[in-house]
């Protein structure tokens, strides 16, 4: 089956560590993206990327990072960095022209004790 | 920088009842896209509006892009139970960014 995949699903961490958020897709598209989602909020975006080991921040870059190496792969680190990591993460990934619709991942419930 | 506004942030209405939620960009779009997300669930992917002063129509409801490109509305009619989400919409500008509005929250009582 074609889609997007993020794992996992919820992640607990404790407080000061760095834990990295999968996003894996077989869609053979071009452009994928990281989103925050807190309770009751919209969709921030973190960072994105149009192109293989290309990519740019979002609004809300400061505390994360991410690589691409792969056209399938998006890995979303958060780092110590991030005051409050606590929240719903959302990978996305679109075909790349603007003409072209966004599908989502099921989400990454990060939770930081 | 960019940005995609909407409003209302929240509505709650009654089973049968009309929804309208508005999206507004700073800049002109080259598309505007609505997407619903369920409750625990991810956004999914509803339509999209390409053309100045597009209407188009899924059952009931109805998506208008304006004619300045920088407005949006979703109109549900009578809604139902199975209508409860958030609403999002998302604009492509010229660059190919891809911003997502604040979301409305729908509550639909039966």
């Known amino acids: 089956d074609g889609g997007i995949t993020q794992s996992p699903k919820y992640l607990f961490r404790k407080e000061g560590q760095n834990v990295t958020l999968s996003c894996e897709q077989n869609?053979?598209?071009?452009?994928m993206y990281w989103y925050r989602q807190d309770p009751g909020q919209g969709l921030r975006l973190i960072y994105y990327s149009q192109i293989v080991n290309d990519f740019q921040k979002g609004d809300i870059a400061e505390g994360y990072s991410v690589s691409r190496e792969k056209k399938e792969s998006f890995p979303l680190t958060v780092t110590s960095a991030q005051k409050n990591p606590t929240a719903f993460y959302l990978c996305?990934?679109?075909?790349?022209?603007?003409?072209?619709?966004?599908?989502f991942g099921q989400g990454t419930r990060l939770t930081v004790v | 920088g960019q940005q995609v506004m909407q409003i209302p942030q929240y509505q709650h209405v009654q089973e049968g009842e009309d929804f309208t939620t508005y999206c507004n960009s700073s800049t002109t779009l080259s598309n505007i896209q609505w997407y619903k997300q369920r409750p625990g669930g991810h956004p999914v992917f509803l339509i999209q509006?390409?053309?100045?002063?597009e209407v188009k129509k899924q059952k009931r409801l109805t998506f208008q892009f304006g004619e300045a490109k920088k407005n949006s509305s979703l109109h549900i009619t009578a809604t139902q139970t199975t209508d409860v989400g958030t609403y999002f919409c998302a604009g492509v500008n010229d660059f190919n960014k891809f911003y997502f509005g604040s979301g409305t929250k729908l509550n639909v009582k039966p």
């Open positions: 996305a990934s679109r075909l790349g022209g603007k003409n072209t619709e966004a599908f």
């Open positions: 869609l053979n598209h071009d452009a």
């Open positions: 509006l390409v053309k100045s002063g």
